[in-house]
């Protein structure tokens, strides 16, 4: 398989870096006044601005003609197509069938998806209006009140999310709670606030034999047995699954299952039943307008030229930073409080995506792939490490995020929101020269010798990357649309690694190897031979707790 770096635009972006490293991007503005103009891309509800990058005209042509190299185009086709593109485990990828709401048939082994599709997100409807308008009632004949999602992972991250991003759509009655640790003090949490008689349990795991979410899910239900009988709990507890069969050893009546398939990755799962929690809190309107935004990205990305299309620009100015700059990790910073789960849903997406290290032939990719991700509300970052995104010393691209319409009537607070993330993004390009930084503190009327001592403190290098991404309001819509933005991105950034970014084989060895160890701290097992220092700490936990 061909390296990305053995692509004749990889040696020509290599070259634009030597040439452009050094120049400061206020020089690019004052150049040419159309420049916030020409980097800025508008989808649907969502609008970039990418004009403080450190691109020009022929880095951009050079990271399209990358894409072209490394056959982006037809990757593209191949997933909307249902091709098995997730070639360690024999998978198509398929979670724009998930939102294909033009429901044009997409086929997987000869049959078309759409219909199995269709069938699951009409039982959603159907169970999420009978909890929703109080017709489905607890076994004591309550309405639901409360509803616990337990899962782990994609299994939880993505609705979890969802339903803080959109709280304000939410149904008031409903309280939602997520668990996922398997640290009992998060389940135990939850359960002090909720009663067996109004709430619903949702087991969402994709395989059903993720050990976090099982040992929870049992947890709950001895909890409910406490005082709901084995007849009430078909309508306390539903599943969401690919697994029928594990779904039924559980108990749970599998005509309360909500099915996915395999072709549905864990992190791209939340427009499948493991959206459940969402249709619930939203309402099946919005989850509906929610795929709408989605679908809408997904058109633009198959069909939008390279050169204007808002994932693939993305995720090629991506590359270049992680590829030529060596800036290896990307903040993502939501202005907005509602937000703050995003942060760590971009971060399974991206980093469980790419952070990989063969080929799809096996072959060690002889470059950098997926970065760190990482972030908070802007805000708060501003207040916490911004610092060091101002004035250290890495190239941290970033993802500024906000909404333009307000988002509370309290008078005052979103305009003070805005002007910072504006001002964020003005500071992290333009920065402060010595020339400047020393006229101020010449204006405090400051000492000579005292200004020439604070000079290179009071100096910001700027010409750090920003992309403003504005979405017109925060709604199930835009959401829609910005997931289905990053998923995108992150598949691009695959696609010129050559790396598959659909598996997850990373995540199995500490699994593995967790088996043994549980049943050595239960004295189930003998001491089996590790290293040293995990035998220690093995027999340090057996005497503290199995004296
Ligand atoms: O261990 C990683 C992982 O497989 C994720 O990819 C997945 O989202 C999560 O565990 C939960 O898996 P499941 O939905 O099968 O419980």
């Not at 120049?23 to 601005?49: K, L, N, T």
């Not at 951009?60 to 982006?72: D, G, I």
Request: charged fraction near 20%.
């Amino acid at each position: 398989m061909t390296h990305p770096s053995d692509f004749p635009a990889w040696k020509a972006l290599e070259q634009d870096y030597a040439n452009t490293q050094n120049i400061h991007m206020r020089q690019w503005f004052e150049e040419d006044p159309s420049r916030a103009e020409r980097y800025w891309i508008e989808v649907g509800g969502i609008r970039v601005d990418y004009s403080k990058n450190r691109i020009n005209d022929n880095i951009l042509n050079n990271l399209v003609a990358l894409a072209k190299q490394a056959k982006l185009p037809e990757r593209m086709k191949q997933m909307f197509h249902g091709d098995k593109i997730n070639q360690t485990e024999n998978r198509a990828v398929l979670h724009v069938a998930l939102r294909n709401r033009t429901n044009s048939p997409i086929e997987v082994d000869g049959e078309d998806v759409m219909p199995k599709v269709n069938a699951v997100l009409r039982k959603m409807g159907d169970f999420s209006h009978a909890v929703r308008s109080g017709e489905w009632l607890g076994y004591t004949n309550q309405v639901i009140t409360d509803v616990v999602n337990i899962g782990i992972g994609g299994s939880d991250l993505g609705p979890l999310m969802m339903c803080t991003a959109l709280k304000s759509f939410g149904h008031p009655r409903l309280k939602m709670h997520f668990v996922s640790n398997v640290d009992g003090s998060q389940l135990r949490d939850v359960l002090e606030k909720v009663h067996p008689e109004t709430t619903l349990f949702i087991i969402a795991s994709k395989t059903f034999t993720t050990q976090e979410t099982i040992t929870n899910a049992n947890t709950a239900r001895q909890w409910f047995l406490q005082e709901g009988s084995e007849a009430d709990i078909a309508k306390h507890f539903v599943a969401v699954s690919t697994n029928k069969k594990a779904v039924a050893e559980f108990g749970i009546d599998t005509e309360h299952m909500f099915e996915f398939w395999d072709w549905v990755g864990g992190r791209y799962s939340l427009w499948s039943a493991i959206g459940l929690p969402i249709m619930l809190y939203l309402g099946e309107e919005n989850f509906i307008e929610m795929l709408n935004g989605a679908h809408l990205m997904d058109n633009h990305f198959i069909n939008a030229p390279l050169e204007h299309n808002l994932p693939a620009l993305l995720g090629l100015i991506g590359i270049w930073y992680i590829n030529f700059y060596g800036g290896g990790s990307h903040v993502i910073a939501p202005y907005d409080q509602h937000l703050h789960r995003l942060p760590k849903f971009i971060q399974q997406l991206d980093m469980e995506s790419n952070g990989k290290q063969v080929q799809m032939d096996g072959s060690h990719v002889a470059t950098e792939t997926g970065p760190i991700i990482w972030g908070e509300t802007g805000i708060n970052g501003q207040h916490a490490f911004f610092q060091l995104l101002h004035q250290g010393t890495h190239v941290t691209p970033i993802d500024l995020i906000a909404s333009l319409a307000k988002r509370s009537n309290l008078p005052g607070h979103h305009e003070i929101l805005l002007s910072n993330v504006f001002a964020q993004a003005e500071a992290f390009m333009r920065g402060k020269t010595p020339e400047e930084a020393h006229a101020e503190l010449q204006a405090q009327g400051l000492p000579e010798q005292e200004i020439e001592a604070l000079v290179p403190h009071k100096t910001f290098s700027g010409n750090r990357p920003t992309n403003m991404i504005l979405l017109d309001k925060i709604n199930p819509r835009n959401m829609g649309s910005l997931i289905a933005m990053y998923e995108h991105k992150v598949f691009v950034q695959g696609v010129i690694w050559g790396v598959n970014s659909f598996d997850q084989w990373g995540v199995e060895l500490g699994k593995q190897l967790a088996k043994t160890i549980l049943a050595e701290l239960n004295g189930t097992i003998d001491p089996q031979k590790h290293d040293a220092s995990t035998s220690r700490l093995i027999r340090l936990y057996r005497q503290a707790n199995c004296a």
